[in-house]
């Protein structure tokens, strides 16, 4: 990787930057390479994690090669506006629903990438979508975890949804850890077990080449409790009512 030279400078540190922060640490990305714009818990994470405060938004972008933004969706324009930009610079946005057009109508100068990880990135373990893909963005992202390169802004406006899926996901670990405990498994055997059959599943998907119909349908044996389930979850209608949730999720991003 030759992205440890570069200084990165997060503006709006909160939630998500702290998460961001830890994994590029943990990936052995030096503390000095990074700097936090003066706001929300990046004072307290500068003090723990050693790393740089800037005086100012302006002292950050001044400071840095790569600036990623991680306000909250409605304050990115108004955030990234009136700073003294570089066409030298990349601006690295995390915002959801934020197109690289209203960006670039504040911020002329830098390149502009979208990403979107989610709060895996603290482990290294985030599947990160990014657009425009370019090899020295994508190798710092890939610090956090997977990188998956997409062509279109469109695609990745679809592409967040998943990120609020994840969330949805971790809902499900909860359903499935809570009924085991209800049966009386221990609550932490009862967490690490409906946790890891969820990682078992998605391993299994991404590490094969098979259609997922036929991996679903060597599980779900004639007669068997998978197909058992399946056949209780389909009469409630589960698979409309996860792609509402996601057409639910699609229209907030691309038309609010
Ligand atoms: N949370 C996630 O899991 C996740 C995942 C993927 C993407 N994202 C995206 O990441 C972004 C941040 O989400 P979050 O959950 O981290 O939100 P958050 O916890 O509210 O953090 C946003 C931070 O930005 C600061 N801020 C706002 N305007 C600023 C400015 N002009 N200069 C400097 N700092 C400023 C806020 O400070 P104040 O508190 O002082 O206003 C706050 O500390 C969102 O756009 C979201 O779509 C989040």
Not at 60 to 84: F, H, M, Q, T, Y
């Amino acid at each position: 990787m030759n992205d440890t030279t570069q200084r990165i400078g997060f503006l709006g540190v909160g939630h998500l930057a702290r998460c961001l922060i830890a994994g590029f640490l943990k990936s052995g990305l030096p503390a000095d390479r990074l700097m936090l714009s003066p706001r929300g818990q990046a004072p307290a994470i500068a003090a723990e994690q050693g790393l740089v405060l800037a005086e100012s938004n302006e002292a950050l972008v001044e400071a840095c090669e790569i600036v990623i933004l991680a306000v909250r969706p409605a304050d990115a324009a108004k955030a990234v506006a009136g700073l003294p930009w570089r066409d030298d610079q990349v601006l690295i946005s995390a915002c959801a629903g934020v197109p690289i057009a209203a960006l670039a109508e504040q911020a002329a100068r830098p390149r502009i990438v979208r990403i979107m990880p989610v709060t895996a990135a603290e482990i290294c373990a985030s599947p990160t979508v990014c657009y425009p893909a370019s090899p020295d963005i994508t190798d710092l992202i890939a610090r956090l975890g997977s990188v998956i390169p997409l062509s279109g802004e469109a695609d990745f406006e679809t592409a967040t949804v998943s990120a609020a899926v994840y969330g949805w996901v971790q809902k499900l670990i909860q359903i499935s850890a809570d009924w085991s405990a209800e049966q009386g498994l221990s609550r932490e055997a009862a967490r690490q077990l409906s946790a890891g059959i969820f990682i078992a599943a998605g391993q299994t998907v991404a590490a094969s080449e098979e259609p997922m119909e036929d991996l679903l349908a060597h599980l779900a044996t004639p007669g068997g409790i998978t197909e058992l389930g399946l056949k209780h979850l389909e009469a409630q209608m589960v698979d409309q009512a996860w792609a509402g949730a996601c057409d639910a999720v699609l229209d907030r991003l691309t038309k609010d």
